[in-house]
């Protein structure tokens, strides 16, 4: 695997909890899926904990994952505009251990291998994409990184 790109990005908890809390506000219903939301909400401990921060180190991982996909294609232009992108087509989740993992809609996942193999970075549709995400929230900042990576999946020659 080879790193094409890293993407880092850090929110400030209490600025996205006063986003989240704006009356009239359907930020969260714009940004997160049902199952990104569900999972969150499975992470709050107890009464004590807040969905907040959960949701905020989600949000991270999202604009880690523009992050490292526009710094792949450093010199071309983005593929998708930040205004036209639909924020849920990116899913921050959890697998069944609680480690998190970048899951991208289908047609999202082709327009990323298309502008890659246009923009030159990888060398066919043929090449297996890989996100390697870390997630972290402690007291007023979640943060998260992410490597975009990629392997060709196509036979050696024999």
């Known amino acids: 695997m080879n790193t094409l790109a890293i993407g880092i990005d850090m929110v400030h908890v209490p600025s996205f909890a006063e986003q989240l809390g704006a009356p009239g506000t359907a930020f969260a219903q714009r940004t997160f899926t049902a199952r990104e939301l569900r ?3 499975d992470r709050v401990v107890g009464g004590q904990d ?3 921060p959960h949701l905020a180190v989600r949000w991270a991982g999202k604009e880690a994952v523009v992050k490292a996909w526009s710094g792949a294609l450093f010199g071309y232009p983005p593929a998708v505009g ?3 992108l639909d924020w849920r087509e990116i899913e921050i989740l959890n697998d069944r251990w609680g480690r998190p993992h970048v899951q991208l809609v289908p047609s ?3 327009t990323l291998l298309g502008s890659l193999c246009a923009a030159g970075v990888i060398p066919s ?3 297996q994409i890989r996100w390697h995400l870390s997630l972290s929230h402690e007291v007023d900042y ?3 990184q992410v490597h975009l990576s990629a392997a060709s999946t196509e036979l050696p020659p024999r």
Do not use: F, G, N
Request: glycine content about 0%.
């Open 39 to 41: 999972q969150a909400a």
């Open 50 to 52: 807040s969905l907040v």
């Open 125 to 127: 549709a043929a090449t």
């Open 82 to 84: 930040v205004d036209q």
């Open 108 to 110: 999202l996942s082709e």
């Open 142 to 144: 979640a943060q998260a």
